[in-house]
Nanobody
């Protein structure tokens, strides 16, 4: 059974940092791309970042330079280091897996974990 579990969310002030983790099981980790998505109240879910099975990483323009995605294949875990957070980053963050490639469109992802809330206060 494929499972993804996101954790690490919380409340932080503007300019602060958080590190999210996504633990995966039930599939060969390096055969999948793992993406982070977020959904703010009243908005559509959007792609934030992605790491492909071969280690290439991609970022949305809105987080480029502030967020860094990394992976630990031995632990089947990916991380999202989020720095210099702003209230616009407030959302529920989800990790998801896709069998082929990285996608910013959540419709192309195959598996989803439950989200973790990130709240940035001004």
């Amino acid at each position: 059974e494929v499972q993804l579990q996101a954790s690490g969310g919380g409340l932080v002030q503007t300019g602060g940092s958080l590190r999210l983790s996504c633990s995966a099981s039930g599939f060969t980790f390096t055969d999948y791309s793992i993406g982070w998505f977020r959904q703010a109240p009243g908005k559509e879910r959007e792609g934030v970042s992605c790491v492909s099975g071969i280690g290439d990483t991609y970022y949305a323009d809105s987080v480029e330079g502030r967020f860094t995605m990394s992976s630990d294949n031995a632990k089947n875990t990916v991380y999202l280091q989020m720095n210099n957070l702003t209230p616009e980053d407030t959302a529920v963050y989800y990790c998801a897996a896709a069998g082929v490639g990285c996608y910013s469109d959540p419709a192309f992802m195959d598996y989803w974990g439950k989200g973790t809330q990130v709240t940035v206060s001004s």
